[in-house]
């Protein structure tokens, strides 16, 4: 080969191999721009993302601050529950005792009138047995009340339906004693004869004293007229021996029955 061809060729390689060289420096010189410009970034979002550590760690401190003074008053919110609750009891309490004492009243007042009630539904259903003790309760606890007469009359009449004669004048007798001017009192005298009538030994005398006294005492009655015919049916004698009060016979009060 020509040695003029050669250097030729080897100059060209040469600046080739210049030129390829200056283009792989200009390439590394561009990434490591590139790379400088990434590490810029990364430290620039290192910073930011410090500050925003460094507000969250402010926001945190403010926030457990925040916590600190909310337990506090939740603390004294449940204190004064608490205080609001102990007083509360004391006056549900004290409501309570109050509505206590106001039913006990209520039921102390209702209790003569619920006992005489049910006294009179079991006279009504001629349940004498209870009718008796139930009027026998009323007139014994309650000798003032309302229907202290009625209840004794009723008593007589519980008796007087069993055919406890004695008892029956017993309560009749009670009746006449303690309440002479009871609007019972025609009734009264009328089944207290009857019920000497009935009794094993003679009280007949004593018996028209007060049927006779019914005739003359409450001539319009119908307790009258009743006494008027049985009157005529005993054709009694003379009962100027019998024990007056008044113009009125008093009963003698017949001993109570031997108990059972």
């Not at 049927?211 to 009655?221: A, H, N, Q, R, T």
């Not at 008027?228 to 029955?257: C, I, W």
Request: proline letters at 5%; a positive charge.
């Amino acid at each position: 080969m020509n040695p003029a061809r050669l250097s030729v060729l080897a100059a060209a390689l040469l600046l080739q191999g210049c030129i390829a060289t200056q283009r792989d420096m200009l390439q590394m010189q561009s990434q490591m721009d590139d790379l400088n410009m990434n590490l810029s970034s990364m430290q620039k979002n290192q910073a930011d993302l410090a500050v925003k550590i460094d507000g969250l760690s402010r926001d945190l401190n403010i926030f457990s601050e925040n916590v600190k003074g909310v337990s506090s008053q939740m603390d004294r919110l449940s204190d004064r529950l608490d205080q609001m609750e102990a007083g509360l009891d004391k006056r549900v309490n004290a409501i309570g005792k109050t509505l206590q004492k106001q039913q006990e009243q209520v039921e102390s007042a209702l209790l003569p009138s619920k006992l005489y009630n049910d006294s009179y539904a079991a006279f009504s259903a001629k349940n004498y047995d209870n009718a008796a003790a139930g009027f026998k309760s009323y007139v014994s606890k309650y000798p003032a009340g309302e229907m202290a007469e009625v209840a004794c009359f009723y008593l007589g009449e519980s008796y007087f339906s069993k055919s406890a004669w004695q008892d029956a004048a017993l309560a009749y007798a009670t009746l006449l004693d303690k309440y002479p001017s009871s609007s019972k009192a025609p009734a009264a005298r009328l089944r207290y004869a009857q019920s000497l009538l009935k009794f094993p030994q003679d009280k007949k005398a004593e018996a028209v004293s007060f049927l006779e006294s019914v005739v003359k005492d409450f001539p319009k009655s119908p307790e009258a007229k009743t006494a008027k015919d049985q009157l005529d049916k005993l054709k009694p004698p003379a009962s100027a021996g019998d024990t007056m009060r008044h113009g009125v016979p008093v009963p003698s009060k017949p001993a109570a029955p031997a108990k059972k």
